[in-house]
Structures are given as C-alpha cells and as structure tokens.
C-alpha cells in the first residue's frame, strides 16, 4: 500500500526565505502527483500537478519537481511572503490518492 | 462558476443522531470522493464513486453511508455506528489527472 510521507511537519520562516518542502512515497509507479495549499478551516486548493513522465513544474515563485525512481517531491517556494502561511499537502495517485499529512508552514513579517 | 459545493460549512450532532452532508459538483466530472480530516493526519479516504449508481469503500468505510443518484451529488450520511465523528469532512471530484476540493464541512457531536 502507498504512503506518503511529508518532512517537516512543521517549519517557520522569516519573510523573504527561500524554502523546500519535501515528499516522499513508497510506490513508484503513480501516474502522478499533487501539491495542494489548505488555509486553515478551508478546503484544498491545488497548485501544481506533475504528470509522471515530468520532472518538474513551475507556477509564479512555485517549483515543484518529482524524481519518481527514488520516490521523492520537493515544492520549492521562492522569496516566501506572510501569505504563503498555511499547510502544503501533497497527494500521489496511483489510482488511488494517497495523501501525506501536510506541512504546516508560518511566514513571519 | 464551475466548482464543488459543500453544506452546511458547520454542522452539530447529538449522539444517535444520523446526519447528511451535502456534496455538488458542475464540473461535469464522474467520479467522487468523500475524505475525513483529523488534525495533524493526512486525509483518509471514506468513499468513492467512478459513475453514477456505483460507489465503494474506501480505507474507514465503517459508519458511513453514501449515494450516487446524479452525477452531480454525492450526500455522505454519518450515522450513529461511526463512534468518533468529529471531523473535518471534504469532499471531492476528479478528473482523470487533477483532483478538486469542496470547502469541507466541519462536523462536531455534541
């Protein structure tokens, strides 16, 4: 069964950091991933999508990449603004979506 | 707009109470999800529909019940089997690459 593993659960930056994000999962063979943005109380929000065959992805001062052979994303958040405050989850399918758990992150003016 | 809408946004349950969460979508899409958020967990899939008039469990199925009778609405009911519902609730629809949220329901028992 696939999991999906999100470090850190948490982070704090100061505004103007750039910062990683990262995810792991177990199975390689997935069609795809997810990175999803939920503010607290709300629902999620994606903000990019990689296909398999892609090794990254880039909307604004978001980067996502995906090394499928080694199980791994990383979302790459440029110049990091208050914001980008809230909880980053990413989601691999495999026919099924499987979630990790989110990383809670807080940008500090 | 096309998107996914949830009601209500807060939803209260005495114990022994069946409740019924509402999910729309106009996004055209066939299949539909319904997932349960703890907090600092991941998101546990409870159902799913690939069309309508068909659904299957997901991974905590137990005190849960749904049905697909249009395309557009996927209603969750909670009943009184399910122990601990105290939860946020989100629901979802896909195409065949990109999944889409609902704002969620936040259910609390009383």
């Known amino acids: 069964k696939q999991e999906v593993t999100q470090i850190p659960a948490a982070l704090s930056v100061p505004e103007g950091e750039n910062l990683v994000l990262n995810c792991s999962f177990t199975?390689?063979?997935?069609?795809?991933l997810q990175w999803f943005r939920q503010d607290p109380g709300k629902g999620l929000t994606s903000l990019l999508l990689i296909q398999s065959s892609q090794r990254e992805q880039t909307s604004g001062r978001l980067n996502a990449s995906l090394d499928k052979s080694s199980g791994r994303s990383t979302l790459y958040i440029a110049a990091s603004q208050p914001g980008d405050s809230a909880t980053y989850l990413c989601?691999?399918?495999?026919?099924?979506?499987?979630f990790g758990a989110g990383t809670r992150l807080t940008v500090k003016p | 707009d096309g998107g996914i809408t949830q009601s209500p946004k807060y939803l209260f349950r005495k114990e022994g109470q069946n409740v019924t969460l509402s999910c729309e979508q106009n996004?055209?899409?066939?299949?539909m999800y319904w997932y349960r958020q703890d907090p600092g967990q991941g998101l546990r899939l409870i159902y799913y529909s690939q069309i309508v008039n068909d659904f299957q469990k997901g991974d905590i199925a137990e005190g849960y019940s749904v049905s697909r009778e249009k395309k557009e609405s996927f209603p969750l009911t909670v009943t009184s089997a399910q122990k601990n519902p105290t939860a946020f609730y989100l629901c979802?629809?896909?195409?065949?690459?990109?999944?889409?949220f609902g704002p969620g329901t936040r259910l609390t028992v009383l």
């Open positions: 979802a629809s896909r195409t065949y690459n990109e999944q889409f």
């Open positions: 199975d390689s063979a997935i069609y795809n």
């Open positions: 996004l055209n899409h066939d299949a």
């Open positions: 989601a691999v399918n495999d026919n099924d979506m499987r």
